[in-house]
């Protein structure tokens, strides 16, 4: 009767964790924080946002970090960015 109780105690936990998987897909909570691949923030600016430069060939490495843009010359610069976002990340909101 014991492992019983268990079983359903394990069973009411995981239906719990399957119920907040589910209300993530749906709306009702802040999404800021992440993405669900839903339209981002255009990236404001024509250069590498870790060297400035200009991108080579007119291909830049482009993909989103919560929720925007982001345009970077090369994938080495990625690693950068990744080092300190949030220095890169305020020169995308310091005023012009
Ligand atoms: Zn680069």
Redesign the pocket.
Same mark, same amino acid.
């Given at each position: 009767m014991k492992t019983f109780t268990k079983i359903l105690a394990l069973a009411v936990l995981a239906g719990a964790t399957s119920i907040l998987f589910v209300g993530c897909a749906s709306d009702g909570h802040d999404h800021s924080g992440h993405s669900h691949g839903a339209a981002a923030k255009p990236y404001p600016l024509n250069t $590498?946002l870790?060297?400035g430069e200009a991108f080579e060939h007119g291909k830049p490495y482009t993909f989103i970090h919560d929720g925007q843009e982001i345009k970077?010359?090369?994938k080495? $610069?990625l690693a950068d960015f990744n080092k300190e976002p949030a220095k890169y990340l305020s020169k995308l909101n310091a005023p012009k």
């Open positions: $590498c870790v060297t970077l010359c090369c080495d $610069c």
